[in-house]
């Protein structure tokens, strides 16, 4: 069973370009959500979706933006990047349905670095 | 708001049991414990998850507290393949941040052989 997966593994942007990460869920798993992780700030919980809905979202500013597409793929956006914006960005996916207590099963993150 | 307290780091002798605490006073009522560990230049793993309970799986014990303040992650034996960055988590599940998860800065266990 292929794990999830998320592409790029690494970019490099510069200040005030934007970036899109993609997460591809395991089959059968209609929960992404993503994170993010700095050295200063640790794992950070960004947002989640299911169904195509963001279910709920962490304490980010409107710069960060995802969606989730109806076979369960998974975008997330940054805009205007900073360079506090350079971090692992992680997404997980699960079979949780109506509860919140699911095993998340974790990609190996895109690596952003922003000049 | 929400928060759990780890210890930075720990250190173990293989083969010993190791006890990793994790202090989460503002723990709500139905907010629930969990804890993945991070190998490096890997995605956190799932390691196990509880409510009021003790609970026990193939990968470690979790022994949450009465009051449910604090929990302790017990690896019965640990391995070399232990070694890792454990993370103590609560998923929120009241009001406008349910699902939401609130990670520790998590311990970074060392194993020694």
């Known amino acids: 069973k292929a794990g999830v997966t998320q592409t790029p593994r690494y970019l490099i942007k510069t200040r005030g370009q934007q970036v899109t990460l993609s997460c591809s869920p395991i089959s059968g798993h209609r929960s992404v959500s993503w994170y993010q992780q700095t050295p200063g700030q640790g794992l950070q919980f960004l947002f989640e979706?299911?169904?195509?809905?963001?279910?709920n979202k962490g304490n980010f500013p409107g710069r960060f933006s995802g969606r989730q597409f109806s076979n369960s793929r998974s975008e997330m956006n940054v805009s205007t990047l900073e360079l506090g914006d350079s971090a692992l960005y992680l997404c997980a996916s699960s079979l949780a349905t109506g509860g919140y207590a699911g095993e998340l099963f974790f990609g190996e993150g895109s690596r952003l670095t922003v000049l | 708001d929400a928060k759990t307290t780890q210890p930075n780091s720990m250190e173990s002798n293989e083969e010993e049991p190791v006890h990793l605490p994790c202090n989460h006073s503002?723990?709500?009522?139905?907010?629930?414990i969990h804890w993945y560990r991070q190998l490096p230049s890997q995605g956190p793993e799932y390691v196990i998850h509880?409510?009021?309970s003790n609970v026990n799986n193939r990968m470690a014990s979790l022994a949450i507290a009465e009051d449910r303040k604090s929990s302790t992650l017990i690896l019965h034996r640990a391995t070399l393949r232990d070694a890792a960055v454990y993370y103590c988590i609560l998923r929120l599940n009241y009001g406008g941040s349910q699902g939401n998860l609130i990670f520790g800065k998590g311990t970074k266990l060392s194993v020694k052989p």
């Open positions: 979706y299911f169904s195509e809905t963001q279910r």
């Open positions: 509880g409510l009021t």
């Open positions: 503002t723990i709500s009522g139905t907010d629930y």
